[in-house]
């Protein structure tokens, strides 16, 4: 049994895979990781990150310092794994999500890099199942009309190729989020559709 809740919102099945949207916030999940949208200190910031270490406490902040400083900041695109101290799932993912900067300096593809490094790194520890919030689409600027297309594209894509992981869920904080997200799920204008990244 995977240790997560039950089909909440609206989704999609690719085999025994579920990819779902719920709206509320990320750091209650019952999922064995939550991914955080953090930047390349690590060392907490604003947002959904200081949300997840606030909740958490300070063992996902230590095992942070730990990684940079074995192996520096980390590149915008990549994962890394920690503990996830007092939340309800037992990891936190750390990706580090682009800055917006008008979407000509491979944005898309940076976005869709994090979900795609965070479900390996997910698959890679056993884990089964991730809740995401939407990234780079707060402090970072990324219009989220677009990056819930490249989000929603990116995880569909590992998902139909065939993943351990059962169940893949976008927690959406605000209801304009959501919809948004919904709307790239029911299929997003084709030509900003992730298969053109
Ligand atoms: P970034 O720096 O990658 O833009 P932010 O944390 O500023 O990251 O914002 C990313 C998204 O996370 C925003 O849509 C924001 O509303 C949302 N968010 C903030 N707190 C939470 C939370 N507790 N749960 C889910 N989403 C959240």
Redesign the pocket.
């Known amino acids: 049994m995977p240790s997560a809740e039950p089909a909440t919102g609206p989704g999609r099945d690719f085999g025994p895979s579920r990819l779902e949207l719920s709206r ?4 209650g999940q019952h999922v064995d990781a939550i991914v955080n ?3 390349s200190s690590l060392m907490g ?8 270490h606030r909740a958490g406490g300070p063992a996902i902040l230590e095992e942070c310092r730990r990684i940079v400083a074995a192996t520096g900041p980390l590149p915008a695109g990549e994962a890394v794994i920690t503990v996830g101290g007092r939340l309800p799932a037992r990891h936190v993912i750390h990706t ?2 682009p800055r917006w900067r008008g979407g000509n300096h491979g944005e898309p593809q940076t976005l869709a890099r994090c979900y795609r490094s965070s479900l390996a790194l997910a698959a890679e520890k056993g884990l089964s199942s991730v809740a995401f ?10 219009p ?1 009309e677009e990056a819930a297309v490249v989000a929603v594209g990116a995880v569909a894509d590992v998902l139909q190729a065939g993943s351990p992981l059962r169940l893949v869920r976008f ?4 209801e304009s ?1 959501f919809d948004a997200y919904r709307r790239a799920l029911a299929g997003g204008p084709a030509d900003r559709r992730p298969d053109r990244i």
Request: charged letters at 10%.
């Open positions: 509320g916030d990320l750091t949208a953090a930047n910031g604003g947002g959904v990150d200081g949300a997840i580090v999500g919030p939407s990234i780079s689409t707060g402090a970072y600027g990324y989220v927690v959406l904080f605000s989020d």
